[in-house]
């Protein structure tokens, strides 16, 4: 499997942040406290618990989605990230959340913020956290160095079914199990297996996934062979 450059990248940067990594099956929680990211656990997860988690400790956060159960939640609010586990999980299913929540932090909210400061000044961050409005001279700064400046949209949102509602948010989700995955099985890491249920298995008994997350990381790890239809077959056969 060849991992993005972007994953390799950012993994890469958050171990250099938080030491070396621990062994297998990694535990993240001593890690995160490197970055700016906390964690807490709850029983049960939800954007009501959540939102009332940060009205007991008088932080405005602006969450607005409708109430429902959540499996684990990222709220980030300038500069910082709180990680929500639900406790009654399993440890396996704890770690990958966490993991999963990590994922998103370095992605879709520290990097940002790092590019942003590196362009254009760490007084842009105000922009960021909805403090002020960014300024002509920053919005043409932005535009010439290719870099998003304005405040953060959350990725709460779901369709009837649960899933996100935009490319966008299934992007962010599917490199947030993918940064998971190299975090706590690095695909390097991974011996060869001979079928899938094999490599899930161990990627449960070794790495510590959850049987889920597990098997479909296996389906990356060893995809399906491509179909060969009757035109590819001609041209294979001409090839030789």
Not at 85 to 91: G, I, K, N
Not at 174 to 180: F, H, I, K, S, V
Not at 217 to 228: D, G, Q, S, T, V
Request: proline letters at 10%.
């Amino acid at each position: 499997m060849n991992v993005p450059v972007w994953c390799v990248d950012l993994v890469a940067s958050f171990w250099s942040a938080a030491g070396s990594p621990p062994p297998f099956p990694r535990d993240l929680r001593h890690a995160v406290t490197a970055i700016p990211l906390s964690f807490v656990e709850m029983t049960g997860v939800s954007v009501a618990k959540v939102r009332q988690w940060f009205e007991r400790i008088a932080i405005p956060i602006p969450m607005n989605e409708p109430d429902r159960p959540l499996r684990a939640c990222l709220v980030a609010w300038r500069g910082e990230g709180f990680a929500f586990l639900d406790s009654l999980d399993d440890v396996a299913e704890r770690a990958f959340s966490l993991a999963h929540e990590l994922g998103h932090f370095l992605r879709d909210y520290l990097r940002p913020r790092e590019t942003v400061a590196a362009a254009l000044g760490k007084a842009a961050l105000e922009v960021l956290d909805a403090l002020r409005w960014p300024t002509p001279i920053e919005r043409m700064h932005a535009v010439l160095r290719n870099v998003a400046l304005g405040p953060f949209t959350h990725m709460l949102r779901r369709d009837d079914s649960g899933l996100p509602l935009t490319p966008a948010e299934c992007e962010a989700e599917a490199a947030a199990d993918q940064l998971a995955f190299e975090l706590l099985a690095p695909a390097e890491a991974v011996d060869e297996a001979a079928d899938r249920d094999v490599l899930a298995e161990r990627l449960i008994g070794v790495f510590g996934l959850p049987p889920e997350p597990a098997a479909r990381y296996a389906a990356i790890l060893m995809p399906p062979e491509p179909r060969i239809d009757r035109a590819v077959a001609r041209l294979l056969k001409l090839s030789k």
